[in-house]
């Protein structure tokens, strides 16, 4: 019995190690790549470890001309999509959980299967009507385009929250004389503060990211976002792979804080949203 | 109870649906409408050649070839990934020491925007300069100078093992909730009964995931299917276009050569073919709630 328990302590012990070392194994390559100076680079074979740290690296990236264009336009481009997806979201969720209406079901269903949109299928036609409208290269064009696809991931998530908070409140205070739009501010809104926030969050973790529509759409430089702005280090003739991750770094790092704040809300959303189907 | 405000109902939808009208469903038909005709540059203007198109590429081998490689992306990703997760939910599901710690430094790969994840293993895949090839000598199996990515036999494995790596903690996350859920006095009951822990995980862990498990597979694959940035700054779909996939060609076609009326039926066909494999799963996921 206790050799047995040993025995899959041990292999429990072992599990987490492989586990943690393969979720890892590229970071320690980054983080390492970021902090050598330009000569300790390319030694053959590489050396894990540094021998001599240096921040240069981080230095150049924040140095880089475009890089704080980059990261404003990402930001604004991030933050518009995310205000107005929480608008346009909140109120369909508010309708598909308190109220019925004929056709409510089939609206909902066309909300979800949207989710499983092929992007590639759409990338064509929307580059089309972007380019006809003369939308190209800018930021409402780009915006547009990252609502389509976040609107119903949001409506879901925001679905799932207001189901957990009892139709009782509500009712109570209008009761009291509220109006249905005074509950749904005074009563709905403040409890529902942290499933806005992990559903703008997400919409914000995926905006930030998004390459193909920002490839395809913004092909002048300065209005770049930072995922495709980050390829610049990838230069024509020979990739300076130093600053390239010391950039991606810091590219990075403001995404790690947002996601740890909002882990549990959002958890909570996308699995009641996957049950309660 | 629900109020009954039709009215009201709509204008609140109104918005969104609006929204997925103009940028989802139109396009499609637009995109439908382009795929019938002739816009190869070559052949001068734009003309209607109506369904011939599809003709021509299907006996044409190259939507075959990329079919291929697509479905081997998709299944291979989508099952590694929801397995690995599976198995990194169920450790994690055990109390440890400083198990928050783990648990947050195995979903970095996920919250890592994409680009910078595909960019970190196209140095970590490299020749010379990559920390696999070192791994693989530190290990002991002597020097290599395997080319990950420039070995047409090889690329498509180190994509989808780079693929595997950036979405398996979705699905931790996911199944992690779930099993949370599974309520714990049926692990005492059965354990009463004698059972071992591969049948309370047959018997009890599985069904009561089940729902949750079969919603992550769905989304995974139609996202693995979708995913482009990962192949396009990895290989761009080569080397001998060993490593196309769908989106991949699809951007290729049409920003590349300019043939939107090409790009534009394989994108029908994609399409069509994610939403009969989405509507198989979702029949499937309702049955099983029906019972």
Redesign the interface.
């Known amino acids: 019995m206790m050799i047995k328990r040993m025995g899959s302590r041990i292999m429990f012990a072992v599990g987490i190690a492989a586990l943690l070392f393969f979720s890892l194994f590229p970071f320690m390559q980054m983080l390492s790549t970021s902090l050598k100076s330009s000569d300790q680079l390319f030694t053959i074979p590489p050396v894990w470890i540094p021998k001599d740290i240096t921040l240069s690296n981080f230095a150049a990236a924040l140095r880089h001309q475009q890089f704080a264009d980059y990261f404003l336009n990402s930001l604004f481009v991030s933050v518009v999509t995310c205000v107005l997806v929480i608008i346009v979201s909140v109120l369909a969720a508010y309708s598909f959980t308190r109220l019925e209406f004929p056709g409510r079901k089939f609206f909902l269903n066309v909300i979800l299967v949207s989710q499983m949109f092929c992007i590639s299928a759409i990338v064509i036609p929307l580059y089309k009507i972007v380019s006809s409208l003369g939308l190209l290269n800018s930021y409402p064009g780009l915006i547009l385009a990252y609502m389509a696809f976040t609107v119903p991931v949001a409506v879901w998530l925001l679905r799932s929250f207001m189901l957990n908070i009892p139709i009782d409140m509500e009712e109570s205070a209008m009761m009291e004389g509220a109006s249905k739009l005074q509950a749904f501010i005074k009563v709905i809104v403040p409890i529902l503060r942290p499933g806005i926030g992990a559903t703008a969050a997400y919409v914000f973790l995926i905006t930030w990211q998004e390459f193909l529509f920002s490839l395809v759409f913004m092909t002048d430089p300065s209005k770049r976002t930072l995922p495709i702005g980050i390829m610049d280090f990838k230069g024509q003739y020979e990739t300076n792979w130093g600053t390239m991750m010391a950039a991606s770094i810091l590219i990075s790092i403001p995404v790690f804080i947002l996601f740890l704040v909002i882990q549990r809300q959002l958890i909570s959303g996308l699995t009641e949203g996957a049950t309660k189907g | 109870?629900?109020?009954?405000?039709?009215l009201?109902?709509?204008?609140?939808?109104g918005?969104?649906?609006l929204?997925?009208l103009v940028?989802?469903f139109?396009?499609?038909m637009?995109?439908l409408q382009?795929s019938l005709q002739d816009t190869d540059l070559s052949h001068g203007a734009p003309r209607w050649i109506g369904l011939s198109g599809y003709v021509d590429m299907f006996k044409n081998g190259e939507l075959l070839k990329i079919g291929k490689h697509s479905i081997v992306w998709t299944a291979c990703v989508a099952f590694f990934q929801v397995a690995?997760g599976l198995?990194?939910a169920l450790?994690l599901n055990?109390k440890?020491p400083l198990r928050w710690l783990?648990r947050?430094?195995?979903?970095?790969?996920w919250?890592?925007?994409?680009?910078?994840?595909a960019?970190?293993?196209r140095?970590?895949y490299d020749s010379?300069?990559?920390?696999l090839?070192?791994?693989i000598?530190k290990l002991g199996f002597g020097?290599h100078a395997t080319d990950w990515l420039g070995t047409p036999g090889l690329a498509m494995f180190s994509v989808i093992l780079a693929a595997i790596?950036k979405g398996f903690?979705f699905a931790m996350?996911?199944l992690?909730?779930?099993l949370q859920?599974v309520p714990h006095d049926q692990y005492e009951a059965s354990k009463i009964d004698g059972a071992d822990g591969l049948r309370q995980f047959f018997h009890i862990t599985l069904p009561s995931i089940s729902?949750?498990l079969k919603?992550?597979i769905?989304?995974v694959s139609?996202w693995t299917?979708?995913y482009?940035?990962m192949i396009?700054v990895l290989t761009g779909g080569g080397p001998i276009r060993s490593t196309h996939i769908?989106?991949t060609y699809?951007?290729e076609l049409?920003?590349g050569h300019f043939n939107?009326g090409e790009?534009?039926r394989v994108?029908?066909v994609?399409?069509i073919f994610?939403?009969l494999i989405?509507l198989i799963l979702i029949r499937q996921?309702h049955k099983n709630e029906r019972n």
């Open positions: 109870m629900k109020t009954r405000s039709t009201l109902g709509y204008l609140l939808i918005p969104s649906v929204l997925l940028l989802l139109i396009p499609l637009y995109s382009i690995i198995g990194a450790l055990r440890f783990v947050v430094l195995v979903l970095l790969p919250v890592l925007p994409g680009v910078i994840a960019l970190t293993w140095l970590v010379q300069f990559g920390f090839n070192s791994l000598a020097q790596w903690p996350l996911m992690l909730a779930a859920s729902g949750v919603t992550v769905m989304l139609i299917f979708n482009f940035e396009y769908a989106p699809i951007y049409s920003f939107f790009a534009s994108s029908v994609s399409f994610i939403f989405s996921m």
